[in-house]
């Protein structure tokens, strides 16, 4: 059974930066398409970002491209999420995922719907101040 917990979570004013990550054990963790979602308060969640398993593709919502940057960390087991620039509209539990197909050369809109990950972290408060 894979487990995925996140850190890295706080609070930042606006303009700072936070790092989360994400440790996934109990699976072939390069297999997996790792994406990373957030539920701002009182809505939906939605899709922030992945990259993709076989060639480490990143994909990221327009609202965070430019600011955002995932990336599979220095531990085989680690996926980061680099958080720039941040505003408080990016205030959100962020949670992050694993899609486990293993299809190769799927894409955006694929990655981007959280029906298609099998594995959920149970999420990391990240609240921005203005």
């Known amino acids: 059974q894979v487990q995925l917990v996140e850190s890295g979570g706080g609070l930042v004013q606006a303009g700072g930066s936070l790092r989360l990550s994400c440790a996934a054990s109990?699976?072939?963790?390069?297999?997996?398409?790792m994406g990373w979602f957030r539920q701002p308060p009182g809505k939906e969640r939605e899709f922030v970002a992945a990259?993709?398993?076989?060639?480490?593709?990143?994909y990221y919502t327009d609202s965070v491209k430019g600011r955002f940057t995932t990336t599979r960390g220095s531990s085989a087991n680690t996926v980061t999420l680099q958080m720039n620039s941040l505003k408080p509209e990016d205030t959100a539990v962020y949670y992050c995922?694993?899609?486990?197909?293993?299809?190769?050369?799927?894409?955006?809109?694929?990655?981007?719907?959280?029906?298609?990950?099998?594995?959920w972290g149970q999420g990391t408060q990240v609240t921005v101040s203005s």
């Open positions: 995922a694993a899609e486990a197909s293993r299809r190769m050369f799927l894409g955006a809109t694929y990655y981007s719907s959280e029906e298609n990950y099998s594995y």
């Open positions: 990259i993709r398993w076989h060639d480490d593709t990143p």
């Open positions: 109990g699976g072939t963790f390069s297999r997996y398409t």
